[in-house]
């Protein structure tokens, strides 16, 4: 078994001998494995997802899966007859999460060792561990959330959405507008903490400057009289995507500098970080500071960057890897006319 350090996001199954003992093309009455079920249940309370990388028949497994009452645990299954390493990776692009984020539970050798050789950043665990799988220090992440608790579904109304958003004829920005989106901003209380420190953990692709914060560094910055810290929750006619941004401010006496700004994958194309952005604009406009950010370039943020510039800000310093933006204020774009911005 191969083992990561960080917290696992999503747990793929294999169904044959692991998610259940038998083989479905063979004897349609496998049966569930209890071991497998009581992690599914509990790793899915703390927030993390699950989904499949099986060779089966499609129609047969989906419907064994639903005769079981497990099918709505898992998102963008792959059951096929293709390379497992492939189904894995389909499944990361699905989710929008990396490699490493991801643990493969399967009981033949030959499979973990394929996927593992394909996609080395996976943690590949042998089914004969499923019972101390949940106690496993990847699988047992530090705050269990309202948002942890919920994800799943959240992840299955993001599916209704593209969904929908596929079958729609006219142009994003209608689409968009037809979802009646509301972001509140609000300031981030001591009940928020958990959630804050779990997003700047979780979020790498959307974080400006791929910094995290513990829970009492957050804590102080809540509490100081220096600094602004945001969240951001958002709504639509779909349900709720939860707490998906966090911004933190630094106010000086003529200058704010946002230090953090990050927001979830999941909220990638709806302009979030442009509308959050918008109200630190204004705020700043109306306290007559100028406004600046910080951006630390990876791999991984570059929509952060096109985010920041397509709102206007550029680029004044640079110190090594940190460079800082700043907009000049004198034109601040307008919220776009599909989201309600709403701040408390």
Not at 223 to 230: C, K
Request: proline share 3%; hydrophobic share 40%.
């Amino acid at each position: 078994m191969a083992t990561g350090t960080g917290t696992i996001k999503c747990v793929v199954w294999d169904l044959d001998n692991t998610l259940w003992s038998g083989t479905l093309l063979e004897d349609s009455e496998v049966t569930l494995k209890p071991e497998a079920v009581k992690v599914i249940r509990t790793l899915d309370e703390r927030g993390i997802l699950h989904s499949i990388a099986s060779r089966n028949d499609p129609e047969t497994a989906q419907q064994k899966l639903i005769d079981l009452g497990l099918h709505e645990y898992f998102l963008y299954p792959q059951i096929t007859w293709s390379d497992k390493a492939e189904s894995v990776r389909a499944i990361a692009r699905a989710i929008n999460i990396g490699l490493d984020s991801i643990a493969f539970v399967d009981d033949e050798p030959f499979e973990r060792d394929a996927v593992q050789f394909a996609c080395p950043e996976v943690t590949c665990i042998n089914a004969a561990d499923l019972a101390n799988m949940s106690e496993m220090p990847i699988m047992q992440p530090r705050f269990v959330t309202e948002d942890s608790r919920l994800r799943r579904r959240m992840y299955q109304n993001d599916m209704t959405r593209n969904q929908a958003e596929a079958k729609y004829m006219g142009p994003q920005e209608a689409f968009l507008e037809s979802l009646g989106m509301r972001l509140t901003l609000f300031a981030a209380g001591e009940d928020d903490l958990q959630r804050a420190e779990e997003l700047t953990v979780r979020t790498h692709q959307l974080n400006a400057t791929g910094v995290t914060y513990s829970y009492d560094e957050l804590d102080w910055f809540r509490r100081s009289d220096r600094y602004d810290l945001l969240m951001a929750r958002l709504e639509d006619r779909y349900g709720s995507y939860g707490h998906i941004g966090l911004t933190l401010v630094e106010r000086q006496e003529d200058l704010w500098i946002i230090r953090l700004l990050l927001m979830s994958c999941r909220v990638m194309s709806r302009g979030v970080g442009t509308a959050m952005l918008l109200h630190l604009m204004r705020r700043a406009e109306n306290q007559n500071v100028r406004l600046q950010a910080h951006f630390v370039p990876n791999d991984r943020n570059r929509m952060m960057n096109i985010t920041y510039r397509f709102a206007g800000f550029r680029e004044v310093e640079s110190s090594g890897e940190l460079v800082t933006l700043e907009h000049n204020l004198a034109e601040i774009p307008a919220l776009p006319n599909y989201m309600k911005l709403i701040v408390v």
